[in-house]
């Protein structure tokens, strides 16, 4: 759900490898990962707008989040 309050999940369904950067607001980068398998929880502390970038094989998808 958006917004949230910190905790959601990116899920591939396709079952390939993807990585992800996620961004705070002023543009820094927070965390970046390279999933392990096709799904990943995330916990985001602090309350505001981040972009999440999850990158495969396949192509870039970034979607805003916004955290309550």
């Known amino acids: 759900p958006n917004p949230n ?6 899920q591939n369904k396709t079952n390939e ?13 927070i965390i970046e990962q ?14 505001g707008l981040y972009v999440v970038m999850v990158e ?5 998808w970034v979607e805003k989040v916004v955290v309550e």
């Open 56 to 60: 495969t094989e396949n192509g870039v």
């Open 34 to 47: 390279k999933a392990t398998g096709n799904y990943e929880e995330i916990m985001l502390a602090e309350a």
């Open 5 to 10: 309050q910190g905790q959601f999940v990116l």
């Open 17 to 29: 490898s993807f990585s992800y950067k996620i961004y705070n607001a002023l543009g820094q980068l």
